[in-house]
């Protein structure tokens, strides 16, 4: 079968493989072990080393390699698994490619040709045969996957493959399954079981790596340890889809800002090999082509098109989407262009024994395609679609119309400000002027030969052009044109005007922050010191932020957007601050950053790579990162003076983030010198502002009044540098630096950057914690990572799962991960102490309103550690008075909780916080006392018999069991006996009248009833505990015997002298603070105050040690660890 063109170094590595044919271009090998020397030392060896591997991944015993003349590095571009199989590749390279690449001028073109020829074949036997695993095979792997790991059978398992799991030194041949929110593998060898689990919300690295050891493996991070895989058949699309669910995992949970409900693979349980391949390859295309956010691709066609200003035909690939018609060359720089189907009017098949079609466009063009494999299929699709995309809707108006722009009010701006306030003078014989205008002849001569508008050819000659300067007058159309902007304002007529009616009068946060900063976009401009400007500038920020509340304004914004409103009509500044902020530089403007703090972590990456002297001075680069984060935020605008600034904006928008990259290596290369000698960061700054002071444009046209040069710069005694020859110098040294590595190395840094992040809140929500709790730093550490887990469990299998919107990195440390009632639950009876019993349900949700302070329905970390806290290592008073608040009514919860925790201002996310509020609450929770036990409310009888059934519960199943149960008896008739005494003393008093006297004293001489046996005492409290707490609490209500109390239903005599608190009469023991007066409790009723349970409860002593005794901590986290993810069934 034809594979995937991969580099082989050696093309006989330890004499494995013996060649079998060879010509200029291929060599067709077979490996030692099989045919005619199969019986040879070598061939048994090679032989049991084939075997010992798994089947799966058995090396085809045939193959062929691509090579030229001129290089010793070999391609291999088919295996076999017999003779014949191999030979029909070799034939058909032998009729259809040898005779072509006599053609070729040198041996990079030859190999790029036929790379990309059996790139076509393999998409192409890919589509016959549906690209789908066997679905036998594939339903044995996820039951084994079940069976295996024993996630919830929502879990849906993408894809699996044979591999090596490298520990120490020593690999364990396996199996690594690759589910939507875990990454496992298995293996069994020789006794020897390996079981990992890892969640992909928890990789913060994932790359492809080679050592002396592994010649090729994928290294994974997670939580700080690397793991290693090798010894995989495909290794690249394991890596492609290990980093795609990886990257969907981060994009889901952290990333919220550019995750929707309609994003493609917004439904965990629909996510397969199929529609990662599909997605990856659809943003792969728009990204290239700069196309809206809706096109897919639907086709791909490799063929030749006529380049009539070269008059070659080029080799390509054509992409057909929805509304596009798009052509790349094989490597993607030579040339490109973008046709609208609207702009199609007819397709013509001119010469069928070339495979030929020409395609006629508006305007009196025509593109000529040939060698197209379907051509006939390719003809009908634009035919049909020409049919369905066209609409007058579509129209594009001449760049040199003026006039009011459709569905927009009046009021916008139709104008550039730099036309308004900076109009161009043809009459102007000023050297500079002269110079624009030879810019100016040179893009027309441009736009003569290559075209202009949507269907330009793009090519080598258009970026040096670029690089040299794009005149004032076409800066607008060129950033529309290069940046994609233009096919959004086409496909949305009249959006931007119905955007600006919604928004018009509107009050927001964001509207706030703009009105603040409207007046610090370049204010030393004139367009900006007046009100047409300043007030394009308020509707078309205004008008963003409607549209995209997630991210609505944050600062950088308004000095890109001033930039673009000089060169742009106000609807374009619009659809081009959309692409920049969605498409070109995605995440860069939210609260966290996260797309500059990821392409500042390229930047250092790629100084390592090409500025190695600096790198070996400065071993700490995070310096480069903060001097340059204001490069990346605003494209140099903020650094350089706005004449040199835009012509930084021009290659931006086309080369994309490729372009500020380049130029920031150039700007290190060229202040090497100086920064070499800097001390510290101070003197390295400094030479960096002085350096970006004297960087001028000397072909600007602009005028005095509008430059923005320093004064140093006009010092003919200091060195300046012009800011074209800068950017000529970036593309020279650094052009060679590919978009696709670009891309890849922002999805690597991507997952350490969002992972660093993770890292930075838990160390700040630990430090913070710490202060107060006795777990260890590492016991915290995990708790941590069990309590965010758990937040996530909830959201790995919903598609809009209400915990993901509890989750805002925007909020405060300690509140970004909160959990509900339900998530809470699950994990409190995960970690709590003591054997589980039938109150468990029923004890979380008490404890969840308890610490839940706010009463927001959410409960941060810190109010869950400090509950925790309590049960793990505190005193038996404090467990005790902790289950006494459990058990009291919400509606009676007067009191104050331990933890002083700042509440969350009820405007979440973006909503304005008020400051005052939370410093006097902090100042309230710094000065709150301790609180006093004689505080706490008195708690009733329904809540005293719901507190005596939970002490049950906690005691069932202890060593101790029986001797519990009964010391608990003897409390509950002791408290009985003591409050009856004392109410009859109360109401036999003078003050009370006869009325007031309780209809039967009957309780009074009802001794306590006790436990005869432990058995009979878990029967009864079984019976009990298992009713519905409503109902339990109905059959108690109105008749308060003591039969109630006691975990058995039959009573026996015991001797009323033998008081358990060992006092010879109940009524001298009895409280000061019982209730006095019959008004707060009604007749038939009773209360207990916490002292009074404290104290009866301390005469026991088999009591006194359960509460005390030591907690194993680290035994129950990890049985937590262990179990969470099976809780979640």
Known sequence: MWLKPEEVLLKNALKLWVTEKSNDYFVLQRRRGYGEDSGGLTGLLVGTLDTVLD???????????????????????????????????????????????????????????????????????????????????????????????????????????????????????????????????????????????????????????????????????????????????????????????????????????????????????????????????????????????????????????????SHVNMLGKICVSENYLCFASQDGSQCHLIIPLWEVFSVELPDRSSRALTVCLRGKRALRFSEVRDFERLTATIRRKCGTAGSPQHCVSNPDEEGVMVGQSQAVSTEALMNVFH??????????MLKERMKEQSWQIHFAEYGRGTGMFCTKKTRDLIVRGVPETLRGELWMLFSGAVHDMTSHPGYYGRLLEECMGSSSLACDEIERDLHRSLP??????????????????????????????????????????????????????????????????????????????????????????????????SFFSSVSLSWFLTLFISVLPIESAVNVVDCFFYDGIKAILQLGLAVLDYNMDNLLCCHDDAEAVTVLNRFFDNVTNKDSPLPATVQQASAAANDKSIQKVDICDLIKEAYEKYGDIRTEEVENMRKKNKLCVIQTLEDTTKQNVLRVVAQGVKFSAAQLDELYMLFKRQHFVSCYWSVCSPALQNHDPSLPYLDQYQLDKSQFSSLFNLLQPWTTHTHACSLARSAFHLLDENGDGLVNFKEFICGLDILYNRSFTEKLKLLFKLHLQPGTQEYSAEDGVIRRCPERGRAKVDLQEYLKQWQEDLQRREENIKDLP????????????????????????????RAVARVTSLLLRMEEVGRKLQESSPQKTPQNTPTSTAHLETTPTLPTSPEAETLAEGEGAHDHPESSVSQHETVPSHSDITPNSTSRPSTPTSSPTGTS??????PTDTPSSP??????????????????????????????????????????????????H
């Not at 008195?938 to 906690?954: A, M, P, S």
């Not at 009469?1065 to 009895?1070: I, K, Q, V």
């Not at 009604?1082 to 009866?1096: K, N, P, T, V």
Request: aromatic share 12%; with cysteine; glycine share 4%.
């Open 55 to 309: 089947s799966t991944a058995k090396v085809a015993p045939f193959r062929i390699l691509h090579q030229t003349p001129d290089s010793q590095v070999y391609w291999n571009i088919a295996c076999g698994a017999s003779i014949e199989e191999i030979s029909q590749h070799w034939d058909w390279l032998q009729q259809n490619i040898i005779r072509t690449l006599s053609v070729f001028d040198s041996g990079e073109d030859i190999t790029s040709f036929v790379q990309g020829k059996i790139r076509g074949l393999i998409a192409e036997e890919g589509k016959s045969a549906g690209d789908e695993e066997d679905p036998e095979r594939f339903r044995e792997a996820v039951l084994r996957f079940e069976r295996l790991f024993v996630l919830p059978q929502r879990e849906k398992l993408v894809t699996y493959f044979s591999c090596s799991y490298w520990k120490g030194r020593v690999p364990n041949q396996g199996w690594i399954y690759l589910s939507t929110n875990f990454l496992c593998f298995y293996s069994y060898m020789l006794g020897n079981e390996v079981k990992l689990v890892y969640p992909w919300d928890e990789v913060s690295r994932l790359e492809r790596t080679s050592n002396v050891l592994l010649a090729e493996s994928i290294r994974v991070r997670v939580r700080g340890e690397d793991h290693f895989f090798s010894m995989l058949l495909r290794l690249q699309q394991t890596y492609l889809i290990m980093q795609q669910l990886a990257d969907y995992a981060i994009l889901r949970f952290f990333d919220k800002e550019t995750f929707n409900a309609e994003h493609p693979l917004a439904n965990p349980l629909h996510i397969t090999q199929r529609a990662l391949e599909i997605h990856a390859r659809n943003q792969s295309f728009r990204s290239f082509f700069r196309l809206p956010q809706e096109e897919s691709l639907c086709e791909v066609y490799e063929s030749f098109l006529w380049v009539p200003f």
């Open 423 to 432: 109009p161009h003078d043809a009459e102007n014989l000023d050297p500079k």
């Open 524 to 621: 030393e401009h004139p367009a900006f010191q007046s009100d047409t400007g300043i007030s394009a500038l308020r509707r078309v920020l205004t008008a963003y932020a409607h549209r995209n509340p997630k991210i609505g304004y944050c600062q950088a914004m308004n000095i890109l957007t001033s930039v673009l409103l000089l060169y742009a009509k106000e609807e374009e500044a619009f659809w081009l601050l959309v692409a920049v902020c969605e498409r070109m530089l995605p995440d860069y403007f939210n609260r966290r950053i996260i797309g500059a703090l990821v392409d500042q972590a390229v930047f250092e990456e790629l100084i390592r790579e090409h500025l190695t002297q600096l790198t070996e001075h400065m071993t700490d680069l």
């Open 938 to 965: 008195r708690i009733n009888q329904v809540q005293f018999i719901r507190l005596t059934k939970t002490l049950y519960g906690l005691f069932h199943g202890d060593e101790e069991e029986e001797s519990l149960y």
């Open 1065 to 1070: 009469s109940p009524a001298l023991d009895t």
């Open 1079 to 1128: 008004s707060t409790v009604r007749d038939g009723d009773w209360s207990f105050s916490f002292e009074q349970i404290l104290a009866s409860l301390l005469n026991e002593p088999s009591v006194v040690r359960f509460f005390e005794r030591a907690v194993d901590t680290d035994a129950l986290i990890a049985h937590a660890r262990k179990n969470q993810l099976k809780d979640a």
